[in-house]
C-alpha cells in the first residue's frame, strides 16, 4: 500500500483533490475524513496540513506528499521534489512601505515578520545579511507592519492584491517561485513501481490538461508542410482518405497554442480542422 500525504486544506487542497480524482482515485466526500483508503488502487491518503507534509514525507513515515515548495525549502526536511504540479503558484518576496528598503542587503539590521523563517533565514545567509530578528507569525502577516511588530514582511505574493490594498511595495528581488509539487523522502528509491505508477498517472494528467487532439484533412502535397506545424509527441499519425490525392493527419498539440496551429494549418490547404479535449492519456 502506497501511502500519500494530500494537504487538508488552503490553497493547494482543491486543485490537488481535483487531480488526484482526475488521476482516477478515489477523494474524500467529507472534509472531516482523515485519512481514506483506496484499495483498487492500493493507495492510502492522508489529509494533512500542508506546513506538515515535507516533515512526515522527509521522515519517511509516508511515501509522497502533496505540497508546495515554499514549504518544503522552509520545513528544511529530507524530502525531495519529483514533480511540479502548476498550481498554487506565488513568488515569496520582501515587501514594506514605501521608502523602508530597496534590495535585500538593505535589511541588516531590520526585523522581518513572515510565516516562513526557514526560507527566509536561508536568502539572508547566501546574502550575508544579519536581519535584527525574525518574528514567526501564522497569517495575515501583511498587518505585522501597521502593528509595529516588524519593520519588513517576507510573504507569499500571487496577484499583489494583499500589497497594493496595504500600501506596501516589493523590496529587491523575487526570494523564490513556488508551486504545488510532489515530494518523496530524500534518497527513496526512484525505480519503485508504485510510486512510478503514481507519478505516472498525475503526469498523464498534466499532459492531458496541456494538449488537444487535432485532426485535418489536407491535400497529400501539403501534407510535409502541415505535419511540421503538428509534429506531435511522437510523430503524427497520416491515413489516407477514400477521395483520392487526400489524407487525415491526427496529432497532439499544446492547448494553448491550438488557435494559431490553426491559422497556420488553413495557409497550407488543410481543411475540416477539428479540436478535441483529452479526457486521460499515457504517453
Ligand atoms: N494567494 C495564494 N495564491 C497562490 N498560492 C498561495 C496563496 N497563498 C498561499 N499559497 C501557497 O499555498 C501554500 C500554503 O498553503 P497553506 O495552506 O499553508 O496556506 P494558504 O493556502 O495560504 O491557506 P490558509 O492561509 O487559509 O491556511 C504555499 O505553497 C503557498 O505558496
Ligand atoms: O498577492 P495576493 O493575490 O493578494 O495573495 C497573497 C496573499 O494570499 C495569502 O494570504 P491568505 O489569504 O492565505 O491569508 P493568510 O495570510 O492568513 O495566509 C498570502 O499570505 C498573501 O497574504
Ligand atoms: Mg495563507
Given at each position: 500500500m502506497l501511502r500519500i500525504a494530500v494537504p487538508n486544506k488552503g490553497s493547494l487542497s482543491g486543485p490537488a483533490a481535483a487531480m488526484l480524482h482526475e488521476a482516477g482515485y478515489r477523494q474524500r466526500?467529507?472534509?472531516?475524513?482523515?485519512v481514506i483508503l483506496d484499495d483498487a488502487n492500493e493507495v492510502q491518503f492522508f489529509f494533512l496540513r500542508p506546513r506538515d507534509i515535507a516533515v512526515y514525507v522527509g521522515s519517511g513515515k509516508l511515501d509522497i506528499g502533496i505540497t508546495g515548495r515554499d514549504l518544503l525549502l522552509d520545513s528544511a526536511a529530507a524530502a525531495e521534489e519529483?514533480?511540479?504540479?502548476?498550481?498554487a503558484r506565488s513568488t515569496f518576496h520582501f515587501a514594506g512601505t514605501?521608502?523602508?528598503?530597496?534590495?535585500?542587503?538593505?535589511?541588516?539590521g531590520v526585523t522581518i515578520a513572515t510565516s516562513y523563517p526557514g526560507v527566509v533565514e536561508k536568502h539572508l545567509a547566501e546574502h550575508g545579511v544579519h536581519a535584527g530578528g525574525i518574528v514567526r507569525l501564522h497569517?495575515?502577516?501583511?498587518t505585522a507592519l501597521e502593528l509595529g511588530v516588524a519593520q519588513v514582511i517576507a510573504d507569499v505574493v500571487e496577484t499583489g492584491t494583499t500589497l497594493a490594498n496595504l500600501g506596501l511595495q516589493i523590496i529587491g528581488e523575487p526570494i523564490m517561485e513556488s508551486e504545488g509539487i510532489v515530494i518523496r523522502p530524500?534518497?527513496?528509491?526512484?525505480?519503485d513501481e508504485r510510486a512510478q505508477r503514481f507519478l505516472r498517472r498525475l503526469q498523464s494528467v498534466l499532459v492531458a490538461r496541456s494538449y488537444v487532439l487535432m485532426d485535418y484533412d489536407i491535400r497529400m502535397e501539403g501534407v510535409e508542410a502541415a505535419v511540421a506545424l503538428t509534429p506531435g509527441l511522437e510523430s503524427p499519425t497520416v491515413s489516407p482518405l477514400h477521395k483520392k490525392g487526400w489524407a487525415a493527419v491526427r496529432a497532439m498539440v499544446p492547448a494553448d497554442q491550438a488557435q494559431s496551429i490553426m491559422d497556420e494549418l488553413v495557409t497550407v490547404g488543410a481543411r475540416a480542422i477539428l479540436v478535441t479535449r483529452i479526457h486521460a492519456c499515457r504517453i
Open positions: 466526500t467529507d472534509a472531516k475524513e482523515l519529483v514533480l511540479q504540479l502548476g498550481f514605501p521608502g523602508t528598503a530597496g534590495a535585500v542587503q538593505d535589511l541588516d497569517g495575515a502577516v501583511e530524500a534518497g527513496a528509491d526512484t525505480t
